[in-house]
C-alpha cells in the first residue's frame, strides 16, 4: 500500500490537533506518511505551533511522517492525495462582524446560519474555487474534504463552478447519533439514524434500533430528547414541538424555530460585555496556542473540546479511510442530490447519509422531505443557490435576493441596508463587489 500525502489548508487552525488526533488512529488502514499545514502569512505563527505539536504527537506515537508547514499553496498542493479545508477567510475578525452587524437590525448573529452565514460564504466561495483552479492542475486526482463553514454551500459552490472531487463535511450529524447511542446504551453495529436536509438545516427522520424504526419513542422519551439537543442552550422544547414535527432536527434549527428568544440571548450577552460567539472563541484560541507551544505537550489537550469541534477527527478520518481503501460504508456528509430528495434540485447539495466508496458518495433515496419541514428547507436551498451565484459573480442584486430568500430576513428595507453594511464591512475581502478598486 503507498504513503498518501495530505494537505490541510488552514494549517493554523486550532482544530489541527483533533485532526492530526484521528490521523493517528486510522495510521494502520489510512498511511499518511506527509502533512502540509499550508497557510497564509497571518497564520502562520499558528501553523508553526501546530506543526511542531503535530511532529511531538507523532513522535510519541512511534510514526515517522513528514510534517511540514508552507505559506506557499501550490508548492503544498502538489501531489496531494487528500486536501482537507478549515479555513477562515478574515479570520475571528470577520466572524465578530458576521454575529454583530445583523444584531443591528435586530436579525440574528451567527456565523454559518443568517446573514452572519451568507457574508461567510461571499468571503468564502472565490477564495476556496481559487484553491479548486490550483486542485485540478497540482493534484487532479486528490479528494477535497471541505470543512470550511458554512460547508453545505461551500460544497455547492465548489460542485458547480470545478471538476474537483470534492465531499463536504460536518461534525454536527455523528455527534447527534452518537448522543441517541449514548442514552440507549448501544453501539454503532445496533444503530442507524437516517439524516435528511441541508447542512445546519437536517433531520434525524428515523432511528433504527435492530432494524427496528423506534423513533417515536425517542421523541416520547425526555431523556433521551434532552441529550440528543442537549446543545441548544436555554431552549424549551415543550409544547410537544418535537413531537409535532416527528422528527429530530439539527441543534441549529433552534435559530428558526425560537428566532426571538435566541436573538434576546445573543443580545443579552453583549450587553453583558460578554461579546458575540467569536470573541469567546478568541479567547477560548488564545489558551488552546499557548497550551500547544508547550514542549511537553505532545496529545490533543482536552481544552480543545471547548472549541466546538467534537468527533470532527473521527468524522473527518473515517471518510478518507472509506475512499482510501474502498469501503462503501455509510456516512452523513453533504454531497449532491442526484434525486435523492425528491423536493430539491438534483444538482444541488443536501445534507443525507451516503454509501461513500473510492468513487465518491452516493446518497441514499429519501424520497419527498417531510410536509412539516418541506417550505423550510426548499427556501433555505434557494437562498444558498443565490448565495453562490452572488459569491462567484459580484452582482449585488443576487445578493439581495438571497438575503430575501432567507427566513431570518424579513423585509426588503431590512436586507437592503443590510447588505450595504456586511459588503462594506468585509470590503477587503469581497474584491469582486467593489471591482472598482482593482481597476488601475
Same mark, same amino acid.
Given at each position: 500500500?503507498?504513503?498518501?500525502?495530505?494537505?490541510?489548508?488552514?494549517?493554523?487552525?486550532?482544530?489541527?490537533?483533533?485532526?492530526? =488526533?484521528?490521523?493517528?488512529?486510522?495510521?494502520?488502514?489510512?498511511?499518511?506518511?506527509?502533512?502540509?499545514?499550508?497557510?497564509?502569512?497571518?497564520?502562520?505563527? +499558528?501553523?508553526?505551533?501546530?506543526?511542531?505539536?503535530?511532529?511531538?504527537?507523532?513522535? +510519541?506515537?512511534?510514526?515517522?511522517?513528514?510534517?511540514?508547514?508552507?505559506?506557499?499553496?501550490?508548492?503544498?498542493?502538489?501531489?496531494?492525495?487528500?486536501?482537507?479545508?478549515?479555513?477562515?477567510?478574515?479570520?475571528?475578525?470577520?466572524?465578530?462582524?458576521?454575529?454583530?452587524?445583523?444584531?443591528?437590525?435586530?436579525?440574528?448573529?451567527?456565523?454559518?446560519?443568517?446573514?452572519?452565514?451568507?457574508?461567510?460564504?461571499?468571503?468564502?466561495?472565490?477564495?476556496?474555487?481559487?484553491?479548486?483552479?490550483?486542485?485540478? *492542475?497540482?493534484?487532479?486526482?486528490? &479528494?477535497?474534504?471541505?470543512?470550511?463553514?458554512?460547508?453545505?454551500?461551500?460544497? *455547492?459552490?465548489? #460542485?458547480?463552478?470545478?471538476?474537483?472531487?470534492?465531499?463536504?463535511?460536518?461534525?454536527?450529524?455523528?455527534?447527534?447519533?452518537?448522543?441517541?447511542?449514548?442514552?440507549?446504551?448501544?453501539?454503532?453495529?445496533?444503530?442507524?439514524?437516517?439524516?435528511?436536509?441541508?447542512?445546519?438545516?437536517?433531520?434525524?427522520?428515523?432511528?433504527?434500533?435492530?432494524?427496528?424504526?423506534?423513533?417515536?419513542?425517542?421523541?416520547?422519551?425526555?431523556? %433521551? +430528547?434532552? =441529550?440528543?439537543?442537549?446543545?441548544?442552550?436555554?431552549?424549551? &422544547?415543550?409544547?410537544?414541538?418535537?413531537?409535532?414535527?416527528?422528527?429530530?432536527?439539527?441543534?441549529?434549527?433552534?435559530?428558526?424555530?425560537?428566532?426571538?428568544?435566541?436573538?434576546?440571548? =445573543?443580545?443579552?450577552?453583549?450587553?453583558?460585555?460578554?461579546?458575540?460567539?467569536?470573541?469567546?472563541?478568541?479567547?477560548?484560541?488564545?489558551?488552546?496556542?499557548?497550551?500547544?507551544?508547550?514542549?511537553?505537550?505532545?496529545?490533543?489537550? *482536552?481544552?480543545?473540546?471547548?472549541?466546538?469541534?467534537?468527533?470532527?477527527?473521527?468524522?473527518?478520518?473515517?471518510?478518507?479511510?472509506?475512499?482510501?481503501?474502498?469501503?462503501?460504508?455509510?456516512?452523513?456528509?453533504?454531497?449532491?442530490?442526484?434525486?435523492?430528495?425528491?423536493?430539491?434540485?438534483?444538482?444541488?447539495?443536501?445534507?443525507?447519509?451516503?454509501?461513500?466508496?473510492?468513487?465518491?458518495?452516493?446518497?441514499?433515496?429519501?424520497?419527498?422531505?417531510?410536509?412539516?419541514?418541506?417550505?423550510?428547507?426548499?427556501? %433555505?436551498?434557494?437562498?444558498?443557490?443565490?448565495?453562490?451565484?452572488?459569491?462567484?459573480?459580484?452582482?449585488?442584486? +443576487?445578493?439581495?435576493?438571497?438575503?430575501?430568500?432567507?427566513?431570518?430576513?424579513?423585509?426588503?428595507?431590512?436586507?437592503?441596508?443590510?447588505?450595504?453594511?456586511?459588503?462594506?464591512? #468585509?470590503?477587503?475581502?469581497?474584491?469582486?463587489?467593489?471591482?472598482?478598486?482593482? =481597476?488601475?
Amino acid at each position: 500500500m503507498r504513503n498518501l500525502k495530505l494537505v490541510v489548508i488552514g494549517g493554523g487552525s486550532s482544530y489541527t490537533p483533533e485532526l492530526a =488526533e484521528g490521523l493517528i488512529k486510522k495510521h494502520a488502514s489510512l498511511p499518511i506518511k506527509e502533512i502540509v499545514l499550508a497557510d497564509i502569512g497571518d497564520g502562520r505563527e +499558528k501553523a508553526g505551533i501546530n506543526g511542531d505539536l503535530l511532529k511531538r504527537m507523532y513522535r +510519541k506515537a512511534g510514526l515517522d511522517v513528514n510534517v511540514w508547514v508552507t505559506l506557499d499553496r501550490r508548492e503544498a498542493l502538489a501531489g496531494a492525495d487528500f486536501v482537507v479545508t478549515q479555513f477562515r477567510v478574515g479570520g475571528l475578525e470577520a466572524r465578530a462582524k458576521d454575529e454583530s452587524i445583523p444584531m443591528k437590525y435586530d436579525l440574528i448573529g451567527q456565523e454559518t446560519t443568517g446573514p452572519g452565514g451568507f457574508a461567510k460564504a461571499l468571503r468564502t466561495i472565490p477564495v476556496i474555487l481559487e484553491m479548486c483552479r490550483d486542485i485540478e *492542475e497540482l493534484c487532479p486526482n486528490a &479528494w477535497l474534504i471541505n470543512f470550511t463553514n458554512p460547508s453545505g454551500i461551500v460544497t *455547492e459552490a465548489i #460542485h458547480t463552478h470545478s471538476q474537483v472531487k470534492c465531499i463536504g463535511l460536518c461534525n454536527v450529524p455523528i455527534n447527534m447519533e452518537r448522543a441517541v447511542m449514548r442514552q440507549l446504551g448501544v453501539d454503532s453495529t445496533r444503530l442507524h439514524c437516517r439524516f435528511t436536509g441541508l447542512n445546519h438545516l437536517s433531520f434525524i427522520t428515523a432511528i433504527y434500533l435492530d432494524g427496528r424504526n423506534i423513533i417515536k419513542q425517542i421523541l416520547d422519551s425526555p431523556a %433521551v +430528547k434532552d =441529550e440528543v439537543v442537549k446543545n441548544i442552550p436555554n431552549v424549551d &422544547w415543550a409544547g410537544g414541538l418535537l413531537d409535532a414535527l416527528g422528527v429530530i432536527p439539527s441543534p441549529y434549527l433552534r435559530y428558526f424555530y425560537f428566532e426571538k428568544q435566541m436573538l434576546a440571548q =445573543e443580545k443579552e450577552n453583549v450587553r453583558q460585555g460578554l461579546g458575540t460567539r467569536a470573541n469567546e472563541v478568541m479567547e477560548i484560541e488564545k489558551n488552546l496556542f499557548a497550551l500547544y507551544k508547550r514542549e511537553d505537550l505532545d496529545v490533543k489537550p *482536552e481544552e480543545l473540546d471547548k472549541r466546538g469541534g467534537a468527533l470532527y477527527s473521527e468524522a473527518a478520518v473515517s471518510l478518507m479511510d472509506s475512499i482510501w481503501n474502498n469501503r462503501s460504508e455509510l456516512h452523513v456528509v453533504n454531497t449532491l442530490n442526484r434525486g435523492s430528495i425528491t423536493d430539491l434540485p438534483a444538482h444541488s447539495v443536501i445534507e443525507t447519509n451516503c454509501m461513500v466508496n473510492a468513487e465518491g458518495a452516493f446518497p441514499l433515496a429519501n424520497g419527498p422531505l417531510p410536509i412539516q419541514v418541506r417550505g423550510l428547507v426548499q427556501q %433555505v436551498k434557494a437562498y444558498e443557490e443565490l448565495t453562490v451565484a452572488a459569491a462567484v459573480t459580484g452582482d449585488r442584486s +443576487k445578493a439581495l435576493m438571497a438575503l430575501l430568500n432567507n427566513p431570518l430576513v424579513h423585509d426588503v428595507e431590512t436586507a437592503q441596508r443590510l447588505l450595504n453594511d456586511l459588503l462594506e464591512g #468585509h470590503r477587503q475581502h469581497l474584491p469582486l463587489f467593489f471591482p472598482e478598486e482593482g =481597476e488601475g
